[in-house]
């Protein structure tokens, strides 16, 4: 079955910290990958995106993330967090073929240290 | 331009209770689709719409969900004989066509008593 995973729960990062989220997907062919952030209260907002071409994805908010095919994995990476970057943060994955829907991992709650 | 916007933000309802949940997508998406977050989850996928037919439902969990979209754009989420085990938030996105990048709304936090 088709599937992301995000193994961390909770991460915790100083403020001016640098910041690795990961994500892992699951699926028959390499899939469509997505970074969304979700403050309190709000809706998903896109970070950036992966489809093909370059594997190092530069998004919104000084965020980048790497594909890594033989690592299955799409991890989202920022050198330096804000205080502001505190938020839930969502790795999604949608099929090339077939379904439009997306499947997204359990979620990182990201907290920042003064 | 405008977001996807949903109504209501917050929806309180009793057990066995009918409720509609909104959902306006961004002006000229042809593609809208509903998810579902329960707490400390990620949003999980229940139907979508390319214009006004569902072109996937294998997300609604059972018959008492049921969705609509009458004219190609305002979208309108059914649920019948509510139970507690619905209460969660419900996201609508929208993309300009099938396939493309989705853009989420806020969300309605239904909870059922």
């Known amino acids: 079955a088709q599937s992301v995973t995000q193994p961390d729960i909770h991460i915790t990062v100083s403020e001016g910290a640098s910041l690795e989220l990961r994500c892992n997907y699951s699926y028959g062919a390499t899939p469509y990958l997505f970074w969304y952030v979700q403050s309190p209260g709000q809706g998903l907002q896109l970070l950036l995106k992966?489809?093909?071409?370059?594997?190092l994805v530069q998004g919104i908010k000084g965020f980048e993330a790497e594909f890594k095919r033989s690592q299955s994995s799409f991890n989202l990476r920022k050198p330096s967090v804000h205080w502001s970057d505190a938020a839930e943060y969502f790795c999604a994955g949608r099929s090339r073929s077939g379904t439009y829907k997306y499947i997204f991992g359990t979620g990182t709650r990201l907290k920042v240290l003064a | 331009g405008a977001g996807v916007s949903q109504t209501p933000s917050n929806k309180v309802t009793e057990k066995g209770k009918y409720v509609e949940l909104r959902c306006d997508p961004i002006?000229?998406?042809?593609?809208l689709y509903w998810y579902r977050q329960s707490l400390g989850q990620g949003p999980e996928f229940l139907i979508y719409f390319q214009g006004t037919g569902a072109a996937d439902d294998s997300g609604l969990p059972n018959d008492r969900f049921f969705a609509v979209r009458p004219e190609g754009s305002v979208s309108t989420l059914k649920i019948q004989r509510t139970e507690r085990g619905d209460s969660a938030v419900y996201l609508c996105a929208s993309s300009p066509l099938a396939g493309e990048t989705q853009y989420f709304g806020p969300g309605t936090r239904l909870l059922v008593l």
């Open positions: 992966y489809f093909s071409g370059d594997t």
């Open positions: 002006s000229g998406h042809t593609a």
